[in-house]
């Protein structure tokens, strides 16, 4: 059964501290995505990889660093330099056909 | 730049029509999309219209392109609670692979 998993699904993590979300996907798709998600906002790019090793920042990319080792994964690092972690994260990924992007079901992050 | 704007809240009755609006700015986007999203949950694909389409129907759901107007409307027929949620539409930007959503509507259906 092919798609995107992101763990864990609730996260949590006192001020100072880095964390990794995790993003898998088993569709073979090449892009990969990372938005962040603020009650009652839309959606705003982190990262973008569109090949194994290589990615972009995307409009947010301050505080975050992420990693494309394999074609199936896509981490992403929220460090401790992200003046405001806590939100909700969504890792997508997609073809080239439509460009249309099949997302996972999130991690909330909550930094006290 | 490229934006994309959605009025924030609707509110129908059950078993009427919804219609969900937007409007974007790049003309030369080849898809535009929508999305649904339940609480605490990721983005599901609901449909999707190419820019020399100007209706798509896909069972409950119609998606109507104005493209002089740049702008693009979900109806969905006979709105059921379930359908209660938040909707985006998404344009493909000029970057490669990249899609600029809207900040979603949410749909709240009451009996």
Known sequence: ?112 | GEDVEQSLFLSVREGDSSVINCTYTDSSSTYLYWYKQEPGAGLQLLTYIFSNMDMKQDQRLTVLLNKKDKHLSLRIADTQTGDSAIYFCAEVSGGYNKLIFGAGTRLAVHP
């Open chain 1, 1 to 112: 059964d092919g798609g995107i998993t992101q763990s864990p699904k609730y996260l949590f993590r006192k001020e100072g501290q880095n964390v990794t979300l995790s993003c898998e996907q088993n569709l073979n798709h090449d892009a990969m995505y990372w938005y962040r998600q603020d009650p009652g906002q839309g959606l705003r790019l982190i990262y973008y990889s569109q090949i194994v090793n290589d990615f972009q920042k995307g409009d947010i990319a301050e505080g975050y660093s992420v990693s494309r080792e394999k074609k199936e994964s896509f981490p992403l690092t929220v460090t401790s330099a992200q003046k405001n972690p806590t939100a909700f994260y969504l890792c997508a990924s997609s073809t080239d056909k439509r460009y249309e992007q099949y997302f996972g079901p999130g991690t909330r992050l909550t930094v006290t």
